[in-house]
């Protein structure tokens, strides 16, 4: 299993290859002595198998994260869990899924053909997050 730092190195590697601007304004702080501290990340996901949030918090919980706290946020249609890191300097993880049994069928259409994309297996593997 891989370890959380370098699940976490790869998750960054991954949003500053797809954020460029990130990963500069992080070098221009690195650069004049900053240290960088991520204090959360967050996921986005879709109450669909086999992407549900339950799936995508796993990855941390395997990993010694611990439970934090459940939201529901009503107005956006969403429930959401935070989970606490098992050691100092690790950022919390929040975890957001997105009701589609109360938004419109277009939408719900969308995200069932979005979650039906995914293939068997490939949400336990940490590179799928």
């Known amino acids: 299993m891989t370890d959380i730092r370098t699940m976490l190195d790869r ?3 991954d949003y ?3 954020n460029p601007r990130a990963k500069a304004v992080h070098d221009l702080l690195t650069a004049r002595g900053e240290r960088v501290v991520n204090d959360h990340i967050a996921f986005r996901t879709f109450d669909l198998s086999p992407i549900a949030l339950p799936a995508i918090a796993a990855h941390f919980t395997a ?6 706290g ?5 107005e956006k249609h ?3 869990v935070h989970l606490e890191p098992p ?3 690790l950022p919390k993880v929040f975890v957001s ?3 589609t049994g109360e938004c419109s069928p277009a ?9 039906g994309q995914v293939p068997d297996g490939a949400v336990a593997d940490p590179a799928f997050l």
């Open 63 to 68: 990993r010694g994260y611990t439970h934090g």
């Open 107 to 115: 939408l719900r259409a969308v995200a069932l053909g979005l979650a």
């Open 16 to 18: 500053a290859r797809l």
């Open 78 to 80: 969403a429930t959401a």
């Open 87 to 89: 050691e100092e300097g």
């Open 11 to 13: 998750l960054w590697d």
């Open 70 to 74: 459940d939201y529901d946020i009503a």
């Open 97 to 99: 899924e997105l009701r």
